[in-house]
């Protein structure tokens, strides 16, 4: 089987697994991943929690069929008994072997849905807070390195912070809208198909960014106003959906962290890096020909400066300026909770001494 396990294991296999190796060998847990791209996060989230005792595997659910996805790895590693609560969910999971799936919208909805009962309650499932991995590679105070890593020009000529600030207050509202129609069961009135449409800032202009606020303001009014014409008797839902996914986390100013983490990822932050970078590339560009002293060296700078150029989405996917955002802080918190309790199921019990009465 070599480092390998076959899908039919479960964690108290591995556990026991575990128990038969040498007392000085580590003790392997198992964490399944929805994807490729999966891996590598979750690798920088477990890294830190491993030591002499203890090391993570990060892998896909199969091996075999080349299933992928998070019902691929809810489904297949947790079933449902008894009442739905946490101590009513067992399967493959457990000790030894553990989920690590996107938030989505599962944790937002906090049990409405079986799939989210399973994010927020079973103790093995661990999740992102952020809808998906993408929401932490786009965080906002991080993308300013993104660009240098791209252009290798520190000039700070795009506020991603402010602009990243503005949009979220803006679509602020309707995203209650949006967390609402999936908690009530109206999503087919108001999907996140819908939402994202509407989100969409379209064009962009590095020097005047408020034009496109000001157009994604407009749509969102636009959109608010049809629903509560829909929905005429949804006030005190809507402002109660509001104060829960407050009290989760979510804020006007953080709201970019939570919507489609591709929808960001493409169509909001890509596009901006696409323009803030090229103008970095010129600024660059213009300076090396402004300062060469001769044509063979300005074509010997050139071509060094454009063969040290990145890739902007790649280096994004692999942007780890996430550590001080609230959701991944989340997420270390989770995973050092599940580090404790096994310490103390670990632990041998303690020894107990007897109490002596006064004056003996």
Not at 81 to 98: E, F, H, N, V
Not at 280 to 306: F, G, K, P, V, W
């Amino acid at each position: 089987m070599g480092n390998r396990l076959k899908d039919s294991l479960n964690s108290s296999y591995i556990e026991a697994a575990n128990q038969l190796t040498s007392k000085k060998a580590r003790r392997r847990i198992v964490a399944y991943v929805e994807s490729y791209d999966d891996i590598y996060f979750w690798r920088t989230v477990l890294s830190r929690f491993e030591d002499q005792t203890r090391y993570f595997e990060v892998m896909l659910p199969s091996h075999k069929k080349l299933e992928r996805g998070k019902k691929s790895v809810l489904m297949n590693f947790i079933e449902e008994k008894g009442d739905k609560d946490a101590a009513g969910y067992s399967g493959r999971l457990g000790r030894d072997m553990i989920a690590c799936v996107d938030a989505d919208y599962d944790y937002l909805l906090q049990g409405v849905t079986p799939q989210s009962l399973k994010v927020v309650k079973c103790p093995y499932v661990f999740h992102t807070y952020a809808y998906a991995i993408e929401n932490l590679q786009c965080y906002a105070p991080s993308l300013h390195d993104t660009c240098v890593a791209v252009t290798l020009n520190d000039h700070r000529i795009f506020d991603f912070e402010d602009y990243l600030r503005q949009y979220s207050e803006t679509v602020f509202p309707l995203f209650v809208w949006s967390v609402w129609a999936y908690r009530a069961g109206k999503h087919n009135r108001f999907s996140l198909s819908d939402f994202n449409r509407v989100v969409d800032p379209g064009g962009f202009n590095v020097q005047e960014p408020q034009p496109s606020i000001d157009h994604l303001r407009r749509k969102v009014g636009t959109k608010i106003r049809q629903l509560q014409t829909e929905f005429p008797n949804n006030k005190e839902a809507y402002l109660r959906t509001k104060e829960d996914i407050k009290a989760l986390g979510v804020t006007p100013q953080t709201t970019y962290l939570y919507i489609q983490g591709h929808h960001l990822f493409d169509n909001v932050v890509i596009p901006i890096l696409n323009k803030v970078c090229n103008r970095l590339r010129q600024e660059r560009q213009d300076e090396i020909s402004r300062t060469a002293r001769h044509h063979t060296q300005r074509r010997n700078e050139m071509s060094c400066y454009e063969h040290s150029l990145q890739d902007i989405r790649q280096t994004l996917k692999k942007n780890a300026g996430y550590q001080n955002a609230e959701p991944f802080q989340h997420i270390l918190r989770d995973v050092r909770d599940y580090m404790d309790r096994d310490k103390e199921k670990a632990a041998p019990p303690a020894a107990t001494t007897a109490r002596r009465s006064p004056g003996t």
